[in-house]
């Protein structure tokens, strides 16, 4: 699976202290399947977005809103073999990770685009179905929605945990995928949370960390 998709959906080891059994692939239309089937279908579609789905969504949303979702928060802790690294080397991307909260921005889908528009979403977030899609509590100035998420389990293969600042550095110099490098990836996310006056200490250390270093502007 790894040299075809960027990630890889088996929960196998131990991982922050969390034993995870292996379990087998999980099919990613029986997960929309599930999801479908959770939503209000009488509503429209409310979408959490922490990272790229802030500068990138690539779904029509009627209206969007910054929304804060507590219990957990964004990290750069997640393998990508393909969008933003190789096989050989990995890069990383930002996920939903369990604890702390995270700031970012909610979509509105009109309940008629809905399934259309959730499909579309699917095909890019969850070809492998390596997500644990959830319907968070999401909290904005004009009123708490509920919001479909993309989260990642500590359990799985593509966690790395907190990774020591040599470790990312070497990453952030050499990892580079289809979509371009995991530097770029950082300091597009970056930019956009600053845009939004979303502030995230993690994310503005590990920039900070690449710039001391010469790696970006």
Wanted: with cysteine.
């Amino acid at each position: 699976m790894q040299q075809a998709f960027d990630h890889d959906p088996r929960p196998a080891g131990t991982s922050d202290g969390v034993t995870c059994s292996v379990a087998p692939l999980r099919d990613p239309e029986a997960l929309l399947q599930r999801t479908l089937a959770e939503r209000d279908a009488t509503r429209d579609l409310w979408v959490f977005g922490y990272a790229s789905l802030i500068w990138r969504p690539e779904f029509h949303a009627t209206e969007q809103r910054l929304a804060r979702v507590h219990g957990h928060h964004r990290a750069l802790q997640m393998r990508s073999r393909v969008n933003r690294g190789t096989p050989e080397s990995p890069g990383l991307v930002f996920a939903l990770v369990c604890g702390g909260s995270c700031r970012g921005m909610v979509y509105r889908i009109e309940r008629d685009r809905a399934e259309s528009e959730l499909r579309r979403l699917w095909a890019r977030e969850m070809p492998t179905g390596v997500y644990d899609p959830k319907w968070l509590p999401c909290q904005t100035p004009q009123g708490p929605v509920d919001a479909l998420a993309f989260t990642l389990s500590k359990c799985s293969p593509n966690y790395t945990g907190q990774l020591d600042d040599d470790s990312l550095l070497a990453v952030l110099r050499h990892a580079r995928g289809r979509f371009g490098s995991t530097l770029e990836y950082l300091v597009q996310t970056a930019s956009c949370l600053r845009k939004f006056g979303i502030r995230d200490v993690a994310v503005e250390r590990q920039l900070a960390l690449a710039r001391r270093h010469g790696l970006a502007a």
